[in-house]
Each structure stands twice: as structure tokens, then as C-alpha cells.
């Protein structure tokens, strides 16, 4: 008869996921009356009454012995320590070079970009590099030591897969909608730059176009490999599990290759974003040269557009007076301006200015409309340099500047083309050091990493899976965070658009990049595919957010608490059915 190694307490399910984790044990095990145990150093083995004690297996005790008398140093001199507080500082000193890992790649693949362009870089490289990360320490967490110790390792990797895919859906997904929110039309529809309406439940929220609901759909998709591995255990044939691994890896390798191809032959994207720095350049260097024209400040004294100035802009773009603005004299405004930095398309910038100005689709600007796309303009200008420059003489200048170090960071080019740059040769050299930097200190630091979580969880006797699942996200997905923070709060449809659609990108590759190289370990080192809970956990978040994101563009910003709520409850989630269930 089989009994328990060690007992769990039902925790309040109202406590805070964190206090869960801190009061909960390392994960239970079976053994039979056979294992050899040893005393508690208290009652007899051989006496008769029972020992109020939990008798442990000997092969438990020493391991917690021999880890807490020693620890072996990576790569033989890297410190390693016992210590809960020494372990912790190991975690956060390895979790920021891995962070640093995935800065450096992200901006070496944005300048790589600049110079091949958005079709094969930006469909195959960027995808596979931003997941290299994750990719890196899922790798070398099955990789260490004996099978046994590949075994208990692999958890961090899961929890790192699983804790990525969900962090991105629930907290980034969220706060991308508390971020970017904007007034809500008549007709449910975010209004750009707009933002009076506070935090109204239903009254603000973020509009997204079409394609971004079509890569929520890849996106669900992309959990079948998650739902092929788990079919042995659901129909109970234990038998078949090797097999069915070896199916979920192939499957997951065909969808790589179906999502970089889609990639490299629909970049939209790369396109989207490349288009929207570029146009707004365009705006700053419009707005810089109504200020080089000594027409007067082109904000008042409350810091809000002036009208009268703005007025004036108008009619001295009518160069023939007859109060329009035609697509010609939009035309020659942008020629005389000469934006030499960035090998301006003018024809496609005369398009894209005049569909921001054009309300009525005439093809006309008139002074209404011309007033209403200046002030916009201006509100996005005093967004980006901060409220307190609208009253420097070199506000204007300071956004344009901004504007165009935008330009050279994310490579902004025409949709169509690949534009010259000024110095290809040193944008080149630069771009492969910085991802081979990254690409190293990702192979460096992600066994250092994976060790300093396993010894943290051992000391505290905090599940790995649940150090990874919170921690570990952070360092290798912060900058795309960050990144994705920024974009939203433009506040515009199409950055947000761009936001999510990257979001939504980056899970793709968590289930189907980095879940093929955890099947690879599991299946060449013969391991065994005991995470149900885990993928539950995954296929609950994905679907439940395709399903909330696939068939709907607008979303208020009561939509964010579904997203938040949904971190919690997996966490909990996990917990009740490894811990209390005996899932894992």
C-alpha cells in the first residue's frame, strides 16, 4: 500500500497567488512500503508505536543533504551557492544577462533588418531569434547531468514555456489595453489620440484592424501539438506516449515552417511597423518646417494647438487660394521639405498624409479637416516629448529627432522596398555583433540560470515549475514587453494593431518553436511527459484569448480584467491539480 512522501495543506484559495507559492511544498511523491527509510532520529524503526514523524526515503534524504553540504560550480567557476539568499541573487544576476541576451538580439535584428529588409529577416530571422531565449534555457534544462537529473530539470523548462505563453496573454495583453485605450465612437470604435473619457469600463478601450484578428487565429492553431501529446494519457495508453511525442514533434516543426513562410511571403507585420515610423517622420518634418516658418508658436500658453496659427499654416500651403489644399500642393510641402535621411517615397507620403487629412474622401483637404489633422498631430508630438516640452522653442525639433532615431531603431523603409541607408557596411557589422553578443550570453547564462532556479527551489522548498513560471519570463521577455508597452501607448489603431499582432506572434513561437525542442529532449533523452496540468494550464489561456480576440476588433477596457484575471487562476490552477490532485 502506497503512502504519501509528504503531506499538503489546502491553502485559502483567496490568499495571493505569491503567498500560495510560498506556502506550498515540493512536489509530492509515491513510494512503497519496500523503500528504504531512515529515522527521524527520534522514535525506532523497530518500535512499536508510530512515529509522529514522516519517515522520509533515504535517496530523498541525502540528495537534501549533499545539496545543502555542496554545489557544484558551472563550467567550474562560476559561483554557486546552498544559501536561499545566495541562490536568489544568482537567479536575478543570471535572469539580467539572460535579459540583456534578448535586448541585444532585438536590436541586432531590427539593424539586420534595415539592411535585407522585411521578407525573409523579418519573417524567419526575427520570429526564430526573439524565441531564442526561451529556446536556449528549455535546451539546456534537459540537457544536465543523468537522465534522473534531466528529469527533474525539465520542469523549468516547462514552467518557463508555459509561464511566457501565459504572461504574454493575461499581464502584457492587459496592460496594453489599460495603456493604449482611447474614447470609443458611436460606432465602437477607438478614436485616435483621443483620451478623455478616464478609465470608463465601456466608454474607452482599442481598436485593432482585420489581419490582427488573423494572427490571434494562427495563434490557436498553433496549440494543436500541445493537444496530439497529451492524447495517450487523455485515453489512458501509456504505451502509445513515445509515439505520441514523436507526432506532436513533427507537427510542431511542420507549423514553424507554415508560420515562417507565411511570414516571408505576407510580412504585414514588418510592413505595418516599417510604414507607421516612416509616416510619422513625415508628420514631425511637416511640423518642424511650419515652426521654421515663423508663423508663430504652434501651441498657446495652456499648452493646447493654436488654432490661429494653424490657420495661417493653411494658407500658405494654398498656393493657389482657393481654400483647399490639393494632393499637388501636398505634394510640393513634402518635396521642399527634402527628408534625405530616409530616401523618402513622396508619392506614398503624399497618400498616407492625405488619408490622414481627407476625412471626406475627395481627395481635397479642406481648412476644417486641415486643422482637425495639425491638432492630432500636435497631441501625438506633446505624447512623445512629454507636456512639459510643449513650451521649449526646441519642442518641435526635439520630437523630429525622436522621430527619426525611431526610424533608424526600427528600421523604418517604404512598404514595398528596401531604402539606402547611409552606411550599410558599419549597420551590417553592427547588427551581427550585437546578435552574436546576445546569441553567446543566452548559450552562457541559460545552464548557470536553470541551475541557480533548481538550488533556489531545493533551499526554499519552492516548486521549480512555479520559480520559472513567474521569474524566468521576465528576464527573457522583458524588452519585447517594453517594446509592446511603448507601442500602445501611441494610442493610435495602428500601433495598437501592431502591438498585438506581435503579442500574439510571440506565442505562436512558445508553442510551436520552443515546444519542438522540449519534445526533441523529451523524446532523444527518453524522459517522461508528465506535465498535464501545465498544458491545461497553456490551452486554457490560448483558447480562451483566440476565442475573446479572433471574431472581434474592439475591445473596452473592461476587456483587460478578463486578461489579468486569467494569471491568477492558472497559477491557482496548477497548484490544486498537481499539489491536491496529484496531477504531476
Not at 11 to 26: R, S
Not at 356 to 377: A, Y
Not at 401 to 420: F, G, Q
Not at 568 to 579: A, E, M, N
Request: contains cysteine; charged residues 15%.
Amino acid at each position: 500500500m502506497a503512502i504519501r512522501a509528504a503531506q499538503l495543506s489546502w491553502p485559502p484559495l483567496l490568499l495571493a497567488p505569491l503567498l500560495l507559492l510560498f506556502a506550498c511544498g515540493a512536489h509530492s511523491r509515491l513510494f512503497s512500503e519496500e523503500t528504504p527509510l531512515i529515522s527521524d532520529g527520534i522514535t525506532s524503526s523497530s518500535g512499536d508505536q508510530p512515529s509522529p514523524f514522516l519517515l522520509l526515503p533515504r535517496s530523498i534524504v541525502r540528495s537534501k543533504l549533499m545539496a545543502e553540504e555542496s554545489c557544484e560550480q558551472t563550467y567550474g567557476f562560476l559561483p554557486c551557492t546552498t544559501t536561499v539568499l545566495g541562490n536568489l541573487f544568482l537567479v536575478i544576476v543570471y535572469g539580467f544577462m539572460m535579459f540583456k541576451a534578448a535586448t541585444f538580439l532585438s536590436t541586432g535584428s531590427e539593424l539586420l533588418l534595415e539592411i535585407l529588409g522585411p521578407g525573409i529577416v523579418g519573417g524567419l530571422f526575427l520570429p526564430i531569434l526573439g524565441a531564442l531565449p526561451d529556446a536556449m534555457l528549455i535546451l539546456v534544462s534537459g540537457l544536465s547531468g543523468s537522465r534522473e537529473t534531466a528529469q527533474s530539470q525539465v520542469v523549468i523548462g516547462m514552467g518557463l514555456l508555459a509561464g511566457s505563453t501565459v504572461m504574454l496573454l493575461t499581464v502584457l495583453w492587459g496592460s496594453c489595453i489599460v495603456v493604449g485605450k482611447c474614447d470609443l465612437s458611436e460606432n465602437s470604435t477607438s478614436v485616435d489620440l483621443q483620451d478623455t473619457k478616464g478609465f470608463s469600463l465601456f466608454g474607452s478601450g482599442v481598436s485593432v484592424d482585420l489581419p490582427t484578428s488573423h494572427a490571434a487565429k494562427i495563434m490557436a492553431i498553433s496549440v494543436v501539438p500541445f493537444i496530439i501529446v497529451q492524447i495517450p494519457l487523455i485515453f489512458k495508453i501509456p504505451s502509445a506516449g513515445r509515439i505520441a511525442v514523436l507526432i506532436s514533434l513533427i507537427v510542431s516543426a511542420g507549423l514553424i515552417i507554415a508560420y515562417c513562410l507565411y511570414q516571408v511571403f505576407q510580412p504585414w507585420i514588418q510592413k505595418r511597423r516599417l510604414a507607421y515610423a516612416k509616416h510619422k517622420h513625415v508628420i514631425s518634418g511637416i511640423l518642424r518646417h511650419a515652426q521654421m516658418q515663423s508663423l508663430g508658436r504652434l501651441f498657446d500658453s495652456d499648452g493646447e494647438p493654436n488654432l490661429h496659427v494653424i490657420r495661417k499654416l493653411f494658407h500658405k500651403l494654398d498656393l493657389d487660394k482657393n481654400n483647399i489644399i490639393s494632393r499637388n500642393e501636398l505634394r510640393a510641402l513634402i518635396i521642399g521639405i527634402q527628408f534625405d535621411e530616409i530616401d523618402l517615397d513622396k508619392d506614398d507620403a503624399v497618400d498616407k498624409v492625405m488619408d490622414d487629412f481627407d476625412t471626406s474622401r475627395n481627395d481635397l483637404i479642406e481648412e476644417g479637416e486641415f486643422i482637425q489633422g495639425i491638432s492630432k498631430w500636435l497631441l501625438e508630438a506633446k505624447h512623445t516629448v512629454g507636456y512639459s516640452g510643449v513650451f521649449s522653442q526646441r519642442f518641435i525639433h526635439d520630437f523630429h529627432m525622436k522621430t527619426r532615431d525611431e526610424h533608424n531603431l526600427l528600421v523604418e523603409k517604404s512598404d514595398e522596398v528596401v531604402e539606402n541607408i547611409d552606411n550599410p557596411t558599419y549597420t551590417c557589422i553592427k547588427a551581427l555583433l550585437l546578435l552574436l553578443l546576445g546569441t553567446v550570453l543566452a548559450a552562457v547564462f541559460a545552464d548557470p540560470l536553470v541551475g541557480a532556479v533548481d538550488n533556489f527551489s531545493l533551499a526554499t522548498n519552492i516548486p521549480s515549475f512555479f520559480i520559472s513560471f513567474i521569474a524566468m519570463p521576465l528576464a527573457t521577455n522583458s524588452s519585447e514587453a517594453v517594446s509592446a508597452l511603448i507601442f500602445a501607448s501611441r494610442k493610435k489603431q495602428r500601433t495598437s494593431s501592431l502591438t498585438f499582432s506581435e503579442i500574439y506572434g510571440g506565442v505562436t513561437m512558445n508553442n510551436t518553436l520552443c515546444l519542438a525542442i522540449f519534445l526533441a529532449l523529451v523524446y532523444i533523452r527518453g524522459l517522461t511527459w508528465d506535465f498535464s496540468s501545465e498544458v491545461l494550464v497553456i490551452l486554457i489561456v490560448c483558447i480562451v484569448m483566440a476565442l475573446f480576440t479572433s471574431f472581434r476588433t474592439t475591445f473596452p477596457l473592461w476587456t483587460c480584467f478578463v486578461a489579468y484575471l486569467l494569471y491568477p487562476f492558472s497559477l491557482v490552477l496548477v497548484y490544486v491539480l498537481d499539489f491536491v490532485f496529484g496531477w504531476s
